[in-house]
């Protein structure tokens, strides 16, 4: 009797240990006070300037939403040198095509928070006739927001309950392996 109940003991006991251990994934890295933002495709130019106002973070950049101008497609060199001026925009203008007839502009806004910039902004978009995209894949801003280290997660939840808001989460760091 006590032979067999041993070597149920010891069966037991390997049984157990080849069993595979399940071991918890690391949460994945992120960047300290990175979160990225992204709005609805209604959202307006104006309700991102209010909403980045309001919240009153670092921007360090937005950009996604398309442009249309009226303009015809032969004014893109008048076009090209209007944004070009601005110091709001990354590289000066964004990207800018020239698509079946229609001029698009795709700006990338740095320096956002500055009012004076949002009011130029708002100007030149009368000034070259364009109109928000909304129904273009792209449509929606994506807001790249510094918030206070340690306070990610806060904020992450936080945009999450904006109803304009399709997603916000932390810049995660990816690890790439190499063979």
Same mark, same amino acid.
């Given at each position: 009797?006590?032979?067999?109940?041993?070597?149920?003991?010891?069966?037991?006991?390997? %049984?157990?240990?080849?069993?595979?251990?399940?071991?918890?994934?690391?949460?994945?890295?992120?960047?300290?006070?990175?979160?990225?933002?992204?709005?609805?495709?209604?959202?307006?130019? #104006?309700?991102?300037?209010?909403?980045?106002?309001?919240?009153?973070?670092?921007?360090?950049?937005?950009?996604?939403?398309?442009?249309?101008?009226?303009?015809? %497609?032969?004014?893109?060199?008048?076009?090209?040198?209007?944004?070009?001026?601005?110091?709001?925009?990354?590289?000066?203008?964004? +990207?800018?095509? %020239?698509?079946?007839?229609?001029?698009?502009?795709?700006?990338?806004?740095?320096?956002?928070?500055?009012?004076?910039?949002?009011?130029?902004?708002?100007?030149?978009?009368?000034?070259?006739?364009?109109?928000?995209?909304?129904?273009?894949?792209?449509?929606? +801003?994506?807001?790249?927001?510094?918030?206070? #280290?340690?306070?990610?997660?806060?904020?992450?939840?936080?945009?999450?309950?904006?109803?304009?808001? #399709?997603?916000?989460?932390?810049?995660?760091?990816?690890?790439?392996?190499?063979?």
């Amino acid at each position: 009797m006590k032979k067999s109940v041993l070597f149920l003991f010891l069966l037991a006991t390997l %049984a157990g240990a080849c069993k595979k251990k399940e071991i918890a994934e690391p949460e994945p890295e992120f960047v300290p006070t990175d979160v990225l933002v992204k709005t609805n495709p209604d959202f307006t130019v #104006e309700q991102l300037f209010a909403f980045i106002n309001d919240v009153a973070l670092e921007v360090e950049y937005a950009y996604s939403m398309p442009y249309v101008s009226s303009f015809p %497609a032969d004014s893109l060199d008048h076009v090209l040198s209007t944004l070009r001026e601005k110091p709001y925009l990354d590289g000066g203008s964004g +990207y800018v095509h %020239a698509i079946t007839g229609e001029l698009m502009v795709f700006p990338r806004f740095i320096d956002i928070v500055n009012t004076q910039n949002q009011t130029d902004w708002l100007s030149t978009k009368a000034d070259l006739k364009l109109s928000e995209d909304t129904d273009n894949a792209t449509a929606g +801003y994506v807001i790249f927001f510094h918030v206070p #280290e340690g306070k990610e997660k806060t904020w992450v939840k936080r945009f999450q309950q904006y109803p304009f808001v #399709e997603w916000a989460t932390l810049n995660h760091i990816l690890q790439i392996e190499l063979f």
